[in-house]
């Protein structure tokens, strides 16, 4: 193909021929040029709404300015920081349960006390499917996670409270052994033919039969009401617990607390002996609720099991 060009009536005359090569490159170079143009206007479309409408770029590229963009980085890395705190303050939370998840399996609550002291857990009604979420940026995510924590760390801290408030409830309630180690009960609860006396009577107490000088324990923290001289019960401790509990530790050898004085909980209170009306050595082990006699065995862990 052959154009021909005039520049006027008089002018020159041009001629100009046309091959496919020739118009393929001519086609492509005005492609080229038609990208680039509309790449610039872009990027100068971009520039602008980043500078006078930060969120007109975020919608038409979801596009940042260097101050958004260090705001938001700042706002991420506050975020993550506040995180891994609430991660650590669960999981010190989550110890402090697991020392009292410990101390409870030491305890072992015994029959009286859970029908006493017992907790309903009953639940129900339907579950219903969580609504999709939408998608969300990267802050959005965090401050749900910081959210969430705060929940749990609040739920944590209830439970907290809630199991120190049972042990603590625990600790004065007579349901540990006196003794430690294999334990053989030579006489139980209740009637029985007197060993000195020789006919029937009533046993207020266990005995637990031991050596002289084995160290006894008090059973549950409280205040010691007596520790003394009983021509029954020889060398003796009474400890009262509150709550109309009393417990006492008898014919003992040797006294290591004094009347007034606070014991906790599984705390080295005496060492066994042979006083008072007894025929060997034992110790005769007692447990007073409200002015009465109660059996030990139904308070004594592993025994109220049985």
């Not at 959005?140 to 408030?165: A, H, M, P, Q, R």
């Not at 003394?228 to 509150?242: F, K, P, Q, R, V």
Request: charged fraction near 20%; proline fraction near 5%.
């Amino acid at each position: 193909m052959q154009l021909i060009w005039v520049s006027g009536p008089v002018g020159r005359i041009r001629r100009i021929n046309l091959t496919l090569r020739n118009l393929l490159t001519i086609a492509a170079i005005s492609v080229f040029a038609c990208i680039l143009l509309g790449v610039c206007l872009e990027f100068a479309g971009f520039r602008f709404a980043i500078e006078y409408d930060p969120q007109l770029a975020h919608k038409m590229g979801n596009l940042y300015s260097e101050t958004e963009f260090n705001k938001l980085k700042n706002q991420y890395e506050s975020r993550m920081s506040q995180v891994e705190q609430d991660l650590t303050a669960f999981q010190d939370r989550l110890t402090v349960l697991d020392n009292l998840n410990k101390k409870l399996k030491f305890m072992a609550t015994p029959p009286p006390l859970i029908t006493k002291k017992g907790v309903s857990t009953a639940q129900g009604g339907p579950m219903l499917n969580l609504a999709p979420r939408s998608d969300a940026d990267l802050i959005d995510n965090l401050g749900d996670v910081y959210e969430n924590e705060n929940l749990l760390l609040k739920y944590t801290d209830t439970s907290i409270d809630y199991w120190k408030s049972e042990v603590q409830w625990l600790e004065t309630k007579p349901i540990l052994f006196p003794l430690q180690g294999s334990i053989a009960i030579s006489s139980p609860y209740g009637k029985r033919i007197d060993p000195i006396a020789g006919r029937m009577g009533f046993h207020p107490g266990l005995d637990f039969q031991e050596t002289i000088g084995t160290n006894v324990f008090s059973t549950a923290k409280g205040i010691v009401k007596n520790a003394g001289w009983d021509a029954e019960y020889g060398s003796n401790i009474i400890i009262d617990h509150g709550d109309g509990y009393e417990t006492r530790y008898a014919h003992l050898s040797r006294l290591l607390v004094k009347t007034g004085e606070a014991v906790g909980q599984h705390e080295l209170i005496g060492l066994t002996g042979n006083t008072g009306r007894s025929t060997g050595p034992h110790l005769h082990y007692e447990i007073i609720k409200d002015g009465h006699f109660i059996n030990p065995e139904s308070m004594l862990i592993q025994l109220a099991h049985k």
